[in-house]
């Protein structure tokens, strides 16, 4: 499992985590679980563009890196939008605007977030895991 899987994936994690609470919960806590999920989707972003500038392959190279950067660049995006999502939601939930009764808003971007990170695992088992012995496999001959 890379960096970018953990990020996600612990976002994913407290990102629901969070919507459960934010329910039942004092604001501190879905202030501090906000902060963490925000925190982790730009580690996520990073991870990515770290791997991206330091990637053996491009786009033009083969079907591999065409897909790789495709398919990781639009998931990107994703975790991009969701993040900012994310980060409206802390600033609504600073301004005490969130309520057990009246947080659509909240719950949406956290099944957004959640459907970024499954999207994650999909992708992580396509490109990572199954396309990378394809890209070994060819290189050695």
């Keep these: 499992m890379n960096d970018n899987t953990i990020a996600v994936l612990g976002a994913g994690v407290m990102g629901t985590g969070i919507a459960t609470l934010a ?10 679980g906000l902060v963490a999920t925000v925190v982790l989707g730009i580690l996520f972003t990073t991870c990515q563009a770290y791997e991206y500038m330091h990637a053996g392959f ?18 990107g995006f994703h975790v991009i939008v969701g993040t900012i999502f994310l980060c409206v939601c ?3 939930a600073i301004a005490g605007q969130f309520t ?40 050695a001959h």
């Design 90 to 92: 802390l600033g609504r």
């Design 100 to 139: 057990p009764q009246r947080h659509f808003g909240f719950e949406a971007a956290a099944w957004y977030w959640h459907f970024v990170d499954v999207v994650w695992l999909f992708l992580f088992m396509c490109i990572y895991v199954w396309g990378a012995g394809s890209v070994v496999e060819g290189m």
């Design 23 to 32: 329910v039942g919960c004092g604001v501190p806590v879905v202030l501090v």
């Design 58 to 75: 491009a786009f033009a190279n083969h079907i591999y890196g065409s897909t790789f950067f495709m398919a990781t660049g639009f998931h």
